[in-house]
């Protein structure tokens, strides 16, 4: 059984929202720190965005300062990621990645920081 699933990715005009969601079929999720990447078209998979177990600790790329935002609510064990202001060089698979270690968040932005990761959710957003 895959842990993580991510799901709300979709097509979407530049300017526009919307909101992916990671569910995980783990209880301690609540203890995981959690993850944002994304891998746009024939580029590497890249850090979006992370959340400490109890969400009062978030880290942001630079590029999605402003416009995304990370939460999470550990009673559904899901993490969500509010995307607004949408532009074409944000199309990407999305994952959702876990780290169920609770690593210092130095290396957060790397992706063998992270031990579960989801299957991924396309986000197309058109110019």
């Known amino acids: 059984q895959v842990p993580l699933v991510e799901s709300g990715g979709g097509w979407v005009q530049a300017g526009g929202s919307l909101r992916l969601s990671c569910a995980a079929s783990l209880r301690a999720f609540s203890i995981w720190t959690m993850g944002w990447f994304r891998q746009p078209p024939g580029k590497e998979r890249e850090f979006v965005a992370a959340?400490?177990?109890?969400?009062?600790?978030?880290y942001y790329a630079d590029f999605v300062k402003g416009r995304f935002t990370i939460s999470r609510d550990n009673a559904k064990n899901t993490v969500y990621l509010q995307m607004n202001s949408l532009k074409p060089e944000d199309t990407a698979v999305y994952y959702c990645?876990?780290?169920?270690?609770?690593?210092?968040?130095?290396?957060?932005?790397?992706?063998?920081?992270?031990?579960?990761w989801g299957q991924g959710t396309q986000v197309t957003v058109s110019s």
């Open positions: 959340i400490s177990w109890s969400g009062g600790t978030t």
């Open positions: 990645a876990a780290d169920t270690i609770g690593r210092p968040p130095t290396n957060l932005h790397k992706t063998y920081e992270y031990d579960y």
